[in-house]
Nanobody, 119 residues
C-alpha cells in the first residue's frame, strides 16, 4: 500500500508559478511510474504529465513548455513545476503512482490539491 499526499496548491495570478509536491509512503517509490492529473469543474479528469522510473517524461500538449515533472527518489517525492499559469489551468491536481508486477496492477491516488489561476 502506498499513500500519496499532495501539497503546494493555491491561488495564483495568470502568468504566475506554483510547484506541487506529492510525497509517497513506503520504500518502493522508485519502482512506480508517477503522474499528475487534473480535473476542472464539469470536465473529465485529464492526464497532465508522467515520469517513468528511468526519468522519461511526457506531457499533455496544453502544458508543454510551461510545466515540468520531476522526481526525487531519495525523498520519495514527485513534483510538478508550473510556470506561465493560465486560468484554464484551474483544477484539482492529483498525484498517481502506478506499476505492474506479475500481471498485477498497483494503482494509487492522492487526495488532490486545488490550483486556482485568477486575477
Amino acid at each position: 500500500q502506498v499513500q500519496l499526499v499532495e501539497s503546494g496548491g493555491g491561488l495564483v495570478q495568470p502568468g504566475g508559478s506554483l510547484r506541487l509536491s506529492c510525497a509517497a509512503s513506503g520504500n518502493t517509490f522508485s519502482m512506480y511510474v508517477m503522474g499528475w492529473y487534473r480535473q476542472a469543474p464539469g470536465k473529465e479528469r485529464e492526464l497532465v504529465a508522467t515520469i517513468t522510473t528511468g526519468g522519461t517524461t511526457n506531457y499533455v500538449d496544453s502544458v508543454k513548455g510551461r510545466f515540468t515533472i520531476f522526481r526525487d527518489n531519495t525523498k520519495n517525492t514527485v513534483y510538478l513545476q508550473m510556470n506561465s499559469l493560465k486560468p484554464e489551468d484551474t483544477a484539482v491536481y492529483s498525484c498517481n503512482a502506478r506499476r505492474t508486477a506479475l500481471s498485477r496492477v498497483y494503482d494509487y491516488w492522492g487526495q488532490g490539491t486545488q490550483v486556482t489561476v485568477s486575477s
